[in-house]
């Protein structure tokens, strides 16, 4: 397999081990990119963007990125607590009026964003069109009553988390999270991130390809006492696939992202909010945004789970070789993205290969080892 890109000396072996990944059989096509210390390190790609292995994975190619778009969501929101325009211990509606319905009406913005607010998906019909229209889907998280005692325990928030999160900003800012991301984040970074892929750059999106384990959780989440995260709809691994899904806004799960996208976002965090002379955020807010909300026990999934204000913390991913403030959110199938503060790293991976949650994905531990090997 042919390796594109580039890799600082020091870093040679995030290239082999990415190597290794396609000579196991692992990978497909996809890329990896590490920021360090506000520069970057590491940008390679490879393999091919589509099944048939006939167009080559290019380095802005972008890919569906699933729940690593909680990340990006995570950072629109400490953005505008930042401004003051939102309060983490604020109610949500506060913000949200109609939010209050149900009995909701203490719910707060901390417990939405670390999956306490007992809204983990909804409990009447919905159909996959409604998520993507957006107004029906926050319409019936408004009129609902919680699903279980907020605050009582951590139950995933899969696609829910997006649009809870997304809603609060739209009512305080006035523009969608995707238009909120394109012009405070991705735009100012120069980082290739889209929620609501436009029709122009459409034609760069690889075909998700799913494995025989890739969509296990979701019946396992669906045998458990807390199944709403995963009916009405039911998630569909290759909904990236369809460009109604690519256009719309889904930002609990249908981020298009490179790899060296991710890996600036979260450079730019781990360098204290400012990156490449652009100030995006102070580091106090990043501190806040990645305090600890939640540590125990996932109910829907049966795991360990920690989270800050929607970031995944002390993930067994990097456990053991990142220092204790890193923060960042993995993807369904593969996609990671994290930053270290401690080590100065931004660590962005992307990949069209879903594999299955059986066990911790050997592509991302094995090119995550070979950054620590690196320091």
Known sequence: MNIEGFCDPRFAGVRDAFARCFAEGLEHGGGVSVVADGRAVVDLWGGHAEAARIRPWQRDTLINVWSSTKGI???????????????????????????????????????VMSHQSGLNGLAVPMDEAGLLAWTPYTDALAAMAPLWEPGSRCVYHALSYGHLAGEVLRRVDGRSVGRFIAEEIAGPLGADFHVGLPQAEDFRAAEMIEGPKASEWVEFVRASPFPHACDN??????????????????????????????????????????????????????????RPRFRGMDDSFALPAAFAAGYQIEDPIYAGRASPQTFGHTGWGGATGFADPGAGLGFGYVTNHMLGFDDVDPRRKALIDAVYDAL
């Open 233 to 290: 709809p039911a998630p569909r691994a290759l909904a990236p696939n369809d460009r109604a899904w690519r256009a719309a806004e889904v930002p609990g799960g249908n981020g298009q992202s490179t790899a060296h996208a991710l890996a600036r976002v979260y450079g730019m965090m781990a360098a204290g909010g400012t990156f490449e002379g652009k100030r995006l955020i102070g580091r106090a807010a990043i501190d806040e945004a990645a």
């Open 73 to 111: 969501v995570a950072l629109a929101i400490a953005m505008l607590v930042e401004r003051g325009k939102l309060d983490y211990a604020a109610p949500v509606a506060r913000y949200w009026p109609e939010f209050a319905e149900g009995g909701k009406e203490r719910i707060t913005l901390d417990q």
